[in-house]
């Protein structure tokens, strides 16, 4: 046990290991139970609901759309209220979304799903606006990759662990343990979780003067150029989570193979987070930034050409979803860069306002021009990344004074 928290670097004797501590083990525990709700939602919709793909999709759709507006005011609850509160009023969309499971109502699922959009803006800024404020400088990106991962690894074992479940038992069981669990781990997380800093100036502040301060957020080109670099990739991500395992399934007719795709994009692409987090540790977010967004033209443009041939297309569908990992690695770390201290949920709120926005138009856009060419889509947006590298190389000079950033003390 003492050589894993070596490797995290991180020492559970001290105040600031266990904070951080405790917010990576509730990070994993709320992947474990809200991974499952939005994998079996189309299966449960389809089964119990007797409802066409259609809705689910149009759904998840609004959901999405609801996140990225409620971002917005996520980053003024984390700013004003604090970051552990901001994340206990997201953590309540858990027992919320088991909900759907045991009502089995129409109108309750469409309601739950909105509310979803809400409550996920929350825990997303929330959970990053708290590892922004627990975590030194030095170790923000592994931990931002070791956050990423708590995440990813979480719902893997909860997808393991509800799917079989609710095979054998029902959905009505799955619903009943999941609210059982979230109900727990939101005690646990209100007890256990230490509170990390709010600078007393956002304390001051009234909610409408801090939503109003957006203005000024938005007029910072080191925000505007951190938008650029966290905007154009996710638009093809958008495309790239949507139609490559389903042009991998076309080509290969086969779901398993669809399957060992994804498993190996998911594997790589966490192994690829780790390193690219250690190497932000000793170098800083600008370096590898730059690189990044330097190669992702080329691994998009890749995909664009290797849509018809399927070992062409694995290679690189895996190759741009860990470069676009790794791009979102950098992210917390650059936000803290470039905004004061006291607006850093705000920025964290914008920037995934944008994200949100960025998967929306991948998604929305991806269906109908792969009707037109299966290249299309790809070669789309990979010519709009190859402005995210400008971007990402213009950033360091506009980098606010020592004094607007975070005062590192010891816990």
């Given at each position: 046990?003492?050589?894993?928290?070596?490797?995290l670097?991180?020492?559970?004797?001290?105040?600031?290991?266990?904070?951080?501590?405790?917010?990576?083990?509730?990070t994993?525990?709320?992947g474990?139970?809200?991974?499952?709700?939005?994998?079996?939602?189309?299966?449960?919709?389809?089964?119990?609901?007797?409802?066409?793909?259609?809705?689910?999709?149009?759904?998840?759709?609004?959901?999405?759309?609801?996140?990225?507006?409620?971002?917005?005011?996520?980053?003024?609850?984390?700013?004003?209220?604090?970051?552990?509160?901001?994340?206990?009023?997201?953590?309540?969309?858990?027992?919320?979304?088991?909900?759907?499971?045991?009502?089995?109502?129409?109108?309750?699922?469409?309601?739950?799903?909105?509310?979803?959009?809400?409550?996920?803006?929350?825990?997303?800024?929330?959970?990053?606006?708290?590892?922004?404020?627990?975590?030194?400088?030095?170790?923000?990106?592994?931990?931002?990759?070791?956050?990423?991962?708590?995440?990813?690894?979480?719902?893997?074992?909860?997808?393991?662990?509800?799917?079989?479940?609710?095979?054998?038992?029902?959905?009505?069981?799955?619903?009943?343990?999941?609210?059982?669990?979230?109900?727990?781990?939101?005690?646990?997380?209100?007890?256990?979780?230490?509170?990390?800093?709010?600078?007393?100036?956002?304390?001051?502040?009234?909610?409408?003067?801090?939503?109003?301060?957006?203005?000024?957020?938005?007029?910072?080109?080191?925000?505007?150029?951190?938008?650029?670099?966290?905007?154009?990739?996710?638009?093809?991500?958008?495309?790239?989570?949507?139609?490559?395992?389903?042009?991998?399934?076309?080509?290969?007719?086969?779901?398993?193979?669809?399957?060992?795709?994804?498993?190996?994009?998911l594997?790589?692409?966490?192994?690829?987070?780790?390193?690219?987090?250690?190497?932000?540790?000793?170098?800083?977010?600008?370096?590898?930034?730059?690189?990044?967004?330097?190669?992702?033209?080329?691994?998009?443009?890749?995909?664009?050409?290797?849509?018809?041939?399927?070992?062409?297309?694995?290679?690189?569908?895996?190759?741009?979803?860990?470069?676009?990992?790794?791009?979102?690695?950098?992210?917390?770390?650059?936000?803290?860069?470039?905004?004061?201290?006291?607006?850093q949920?705000?920025?964290?709120?914008?920037?995934?306002?944008?994200?949100?926005?960025g998967?929306?138009?991948?998604?929305?856009?991806?269906g109908?021009?792969?009707?037109?060419?299966?290249?299309?889509?790809?070669?789309l947006?990979?010519?709009?990344?190859?402005?995210?590298?400008?971007?990402?190389?213009?950033?360091?000079?506009?980098?606010?004074?020592?004094?607007?950033?975070?005062?590192?003390?010891?816990?």
């Amino acid at each position: 046990m003492r050589l894993f928290w070596r490797l995290l670097k991180i020492d559970p004797s001290t105040t600031e290991g266990r904070r951080l501590v405790a917010f990576l083990g509730l990070t994993f525990c709320a992947g474990i139970l809200g991974g499952p709700v939005s994998s079996l939602l189309s299966i449960y919709v389809d089964s119990q609901l007797r409802q066409p793909p259609t809705f689910t999709s149009t759904l998840l759709a609004f959901q999405l759309a609801m996140t990225g507006v409620f971002a917005v005011v996520s980053g003024v609850v984390a700013d004003g209220l604090g970051q552990k509160r901001t994340l206990l009023l997201g953590l309540v969309g858990l027992p919320l979304a088991s909900a759907v499971f045991i009502l089995h109502s129409f109108w309750i699922l469409a309601g739950v799903v909105l509310s979803l959009g809400m409550t996920n803006a929350l825990q997303t800024i929330g959970g990053q606006s708290y590892l922004l404020a627990a975590a030194p400088r030095a170790k923000l990106g592994g931990l931002t990759a070791l956050y990423f991962l708590g995440n990813t690894l979480g719902g893997a074992v909860g997808n393991a662990i509800a799917g079989p479940a609710a095979d054998r038992w029902g959905f009505t069981i799955v619903g009943i343990g999941g609210l059982a669990l979230s109900l727990v781990l939101l005690a646990i997380t209100l007890v256990l979780l230490p509170e990390a800093a709010v600078a007393p100036e956002s304390r001051r502040a009234r909610p409408l003067e801090l939503l109003v301060a957006y203005g000024q957020l938005m007029r910072r080109r080191q925000i505007v150029l951190v938008g650029v670099i966290r905007f154009l990739p996710t638009c093809f991500y958008g495309t790239t989570s949507l139609l490559i395992p389903l042009l991998v399934y076309r080509l290969s007719h086969s779901v398993a193979v669809a399957s060992l795709y994804a498993t190996a994009s998911l594997l790589l692409s966490t192994t690829a987070q780790q390193i690219v987090g250690r190497v932000i540790d000793r170098v800083g977010p600008f370096g590898p930034v730059r690189i990044l967004t330097g190669f992702l033209p080329i691994v998009a443009f890749l995909t664009a050409l290797a849509t018809e041939n399927l070992p062409a297309l694995i290679l690189a569908g895996l190759g741009a979803t860990a470069t676009l990992w790794c791009i979102s690695t950098t992210i917390p770390p650059l936000v803290r860069e470039v905004s004061p201290v006291a607006s850093q949920g705000r920025a964290l709120g914008l920037v995934h306002l944008i994200w949100s926005s960025g998967m929306l138009i991948g998604t929305i856009t991806a269906g109908p021009f792969v009707i037109i060419s299966s290249h299309l889509p790809f070669a789309l947006f990979a010519a709009c990344s190859v402005l995210a590298f400008p971007a990402a190389m213009a950033l360091r000079r506009f980098i606010p004074a020592i004094t607007d950033r975070v005062v590192e003390t010891a816990g």
